[in-house]
């Protein structure tokens, strides 16, 4: 039986010529039902089950408003009940400090970004094991640098970024309710979305929120 994976991307700076080829290389089609959309309600609106949500982008289309307080307490109730959920790179923008996605959900939330397209290397983690960073080797690409406020209290740190500016949270993982949640922030151009290791590292992240072995 197939897992269905609702993927939300195509915005400006993000679109979805650049994203949709390699999510056909992440996602295997005898294995997954793919809904590519650019409406992050559409995961609200649906009545069928979702196996797996991952946020390329805010999810709000022109013409949309961000998604209130209470709708983004759906999709966390979503989440509780069971529901993956994958937040990679702009897909962390737009989530407000006091809002569920924050105290609720991700733990994470985009707060600033490098200047420039720079140098990142992207570093696993060390100190523990966890499965979406099992087989990942470190990789440099050039990125634009993101910088997150993640809560460390509510979430495991898998992988590091360092550029010439800093060194900050890359990737990180937990559990909410039955639901898992996983946040990765590279991923702005191709040669960083497409690259071998971050598309392991994606494959392995949806395996594990999907709850597949």
């Known amino acids: 039986m197939k897992s269905t994976v609702y993927i939300i991307r195509d915005d400006y700076n993000h679109p979805k010529e650049v994203i949709d080829p390699v999510m056909e290389k992440v996602f295997d089609a005898e294995r997954w039902e793919v809904i590519l959309t650019d409406r992050a ?27 209130t307080p209470e709708e983004q307490g ?17 897909g962390l923008v ?54 997150c406020q993640v809560d460390t209290t509510r979430t495991d740190v898998i992988l590091f970024g ?26 702005h151009n191709p040669e960083a979305l497409g690259h071998p290791q971050m598309i392991q590292l994606m494959k392995n992240g949806a395996d594990w929120a999907a709850r597949r072995s």
């Open 41 to 67: 309600r559409d995961l609200i609106e649906t009545e069928a089950t979702v196996d797996l949500a991952m946020f390329f982008t805010n999810g709000r289309p022109e013409g949309e408003t961000n998604m």
């Open 74 to 90: 759906q999709i966390v109730r979503k989440v509780r009940n069971g529901m993956g959920i994958m937040f990679i790179h702009a």
């Open 94 to 147: 737009l989530i407000e400090p006091d809002s569920p996605f924050y105290l609720e959900l991700n733990s994470g939330r985009f707060v600033e970004h490098s200047p420039h397209h720079v140098e990142v290397t992207n570093n696993p983690a060390i100190s523990f094991k966890h499965p979406i960073i099992e087989g990942i080797e470190p990789f440099v690409a050039i990125d634009e640098h993101y910088y």
């Open 162 to 187: 360092t550029s010439r500016h800093v060194t900050a949270a890359a990737g990180w993982a937990h559990q909410v309710g039955t639901g898992k949640v996983a946040a990765l922030t590279p991923g």
